[in-house]
T-cell receptor, first 114, second 113 residues
Framework: DQQVKQNSPSLSVQEGRISILNCDYTNSMFDYFLWYKKYPAEGPTFLISISSIKDKNEDGRFTVFLNKSAKHLSLHIVPSQPGDSAVYFCAASQRGGSNYKLTFGKGTLLTVNP | DAGVIQSPRHEVTEMGQEVTLRCKPI?????LFWYRQTMMRGLELLIYFNNNVPIDDSGMPEDRFSAKMPNASFSTLKIQPSEPRDSAVYFC???????????FGPGTRLLVL
């Protein structure tokens, strides 16, 4: 049973445009959400996170939105750059229970075309 | 800081052989995690340690898998005997105080023939 789902395996956008990556979750106990970025032959690297008490968090070109009622979060990248081409993983955890396990989605391959 | 170090980066072995994957976490980090990535199941947590003590091993697939952390700077994941379905990329990650910002190593790509 997949508790974190990324339904789009891939996404292609033009340089300078907005990239929107989506993630859905089923476990209502999740209270902290993260996005990781992964280049080929490297490990995932942390990108941005959001607590369930917020609905938006911004860091430069990256913004994460959380809709708790819909159990949905999205990552916006504006403007997209060719160097953003990578696999993006959504992850979730239950901070409240001092549970440090991260549950990951399967990832979305983003390709930004010059 | 060198980041999380994993060795070997690639491992090819035959079914039935023992495989040992190694990880050196970031100095000072007190949590260490082992993950496995496959096409079918994505990135899944196998086990994690806090201060060298295993906390949750519910993700370890079966008794053929074992993990140890003899000290704060070294951990191993062992598969004995290995099977073709164990072929995957295995990642080690570490974090400070259990923070969700886990820092991943480059991974070990395992192929069991």
């Amino acid at each position: 049973d997949q508790q974190v789902k990324q339904n789009s395996p891939s996404l292609s956008v033009q340089e300078g445009r907005i990239s929107i990556l989506n993630c859905d979750y089923t476990n209502s106990m999740f209270d902290y959400f993260l996005w990781y970025k992964k280049y080929p032959a490297e490990g995932p690297t942390f990108l941005i996170s959001i607590s369930s008490i917020k609905d938006k968090n911004e860091d430069g070109r990256f913004t994460v939105f959380l809709n708790k009622s819909a159990k949905h979060l999205s990552l916006h990248i504006v403007p997209s750059q060719p160097g953003d081409s990578a696999v993006y993983f959504c992850a979730a955890s239950q901070r409240g229970g001092s549970n440090y396990k991260l549950t990951f989605g399967k990832g979305t391959l983003l390709t930004v075309n010059p | 800081d060198a980041g999380v170090i994993q060795s070997p980066r690639h491992e090819v072995t035959e079914m039935g052989q023992e495989v040992t994957l190694r990880c050196k976490p970031i100095s000072g980090h007190d949590y260490l995690f082992w993950y496995r990535q496959t096409m079918m199941r994505g990135l899944e947590l196998l086990i994690y340690f806090n201060n060298n003590v295993p906390i949750d091993d519910s993700g370890m697939p079966e008794d053929r898998f074992s993990a140890k952390m003899p000290n704060a700077s070294f951990s191993t994941l062992k598969i004995q005997p290995s099977e073709p379905r164990d072929s995957a990329v295995y990642f080690c990650a570490s974090s400070l105080l259990g923070g969700e910002t886990q820092y991943f190593g480059p991974g070990t790509r395992l192929l069991v023939l």
